[in-house]
């Protein structure tokens, strides 16, 4: 089964500023879409901020005040506009990820990976790691694979079903070795993912026998 903890850890690793960076840039966008995310993270930040007033002075360290007033300027907003300036449409889609995009979605350089669907690589800025926005039309299909490591999902827009039930706008999975699926998009809207790999997939069948090899991150 999925890693249900995973969505804990990646919130606090985030907090902690102890993400490389696909997986900051995932979590920022995370904390933002998926309720249970966002509830984790402001009782961490409400917990930290108890323990600090517990603290006796002389314990807090001397660069305590900046490191918080950085987390806080980096927390996406709540109630009020971002400063961040969008690519002129995407605005349901998060903050962080819009503002690491070229340009609106729609317009961007996408690669056909097969059956329709599309993937538009990121940088991930550190090797090791895949990040990536995939694009699969209606009904259509992800071949049955598994995985070499992690992957972490978060659907953006429409949704998908498979081995572990349907995955709707701001679901979150983080799935691994241990698991074998073949995501099918919704008849009728599709979906649209942000997807970070630390191994490459494994597909099945005569296709993994044939694609396999080449697999890297």
Known sequence: MPDKDMLATLVTDHMAGALP???M??????????????????????AGGTLIDDMAPASLAPDLFDRLL??????????????????????????????????PVAGLKWKRIGGGVREY?????????KISLLDIPPGQTIPMHTHRGREYTLVLRGSYTDTYGDMKTGDFICTTEADTHNPVADAATGCLCLAVLDA????KGPLGWLINPFLKV
Do not use: Q, W
């Open 200 to 203: 490459p997939l494994k597909f």
């Open 70 to 103: 950085d987390k806080l300027d980096a927390m996406p907003a709540e109630d009020e506009g971002s400063a961040v300036e969008d690519n002129g449409s995407d605005t349901d889609l998060p903050t962080a990820l819009r503002a690491s995009l070229p340009g």
């Open 121 to 129: 690589p990121m940088v991930a800025g550190v090797r090791g790691y």
């Open 21 to 23: 960076p696909p997986l």
């Open 25 to 46: 840039l995932f979590a920022d966008s995370l904390i933002e879409i998926n309720s249970e995310a966002r509830r984790t993270h402001n009782s961490l930040m409400a």
